[in-house]
């Protein structure tokens, strides 16, 4: 089993920027996907971005040239940098395995308004 702790949400103004950290527990970090997510109020959960274990990186079509995804497997932490952030980016983000996931972390809420 591994936890999740999301954190780095905040208020931000349109055109602004954000940095999120995932932290995860157990040992099985290095080997697996990691995802972020996202759910805007009243919306579905959807995947935004993702990383394999060996690096490779996938976005939604929605995010892509704006945020970057990576990861630090010393410090078991995947992260999401942020960039040009819009109002319609404002939702709870959660970091989880990609794709077998687990239970899911509290999220941390990212709001991009004027």
């Known amino acids: 089993q591994v936890q999740l702790v999301e954190s780095g949400g905040g208020l931000v103004q349109p055109g602004g920027s954000l940095r999120l950290s995932c932290a995860a527990s157990?040992?099985?970090?290095?080997?697996?996907?990691m995802g972020w997510y996202r759910q805007a109020p009243g919306k579905q959960r959807e995947l935004v971005a993702r990383?394999?274990?060996?690096?490779?990186?996938n976005y939604a079509d929605s995010v892509k040239g704006r945020f970057t995804i990576s990861r630090d497997n010393a410090k078991k932490t995947a992260y999401l940098q942020m960039n040009s952030l819009k109002p319609e980016d404002t939702a709870v983000y959660y970091c989880?395995?990609?794709?077998?996931?687990?239970?899911w972390g509290q999220g941390t809420q990212v709001t991009v308004s004027s």
């Open positions: 989880n395995l990609y794709p077998a996931r687990g239970f």
């Open positions: 157990g040992n099985i970090f290095s080997i697996t996907g």
């Open positions: 990383i394999s274990s060996g690096g490779s990186k």
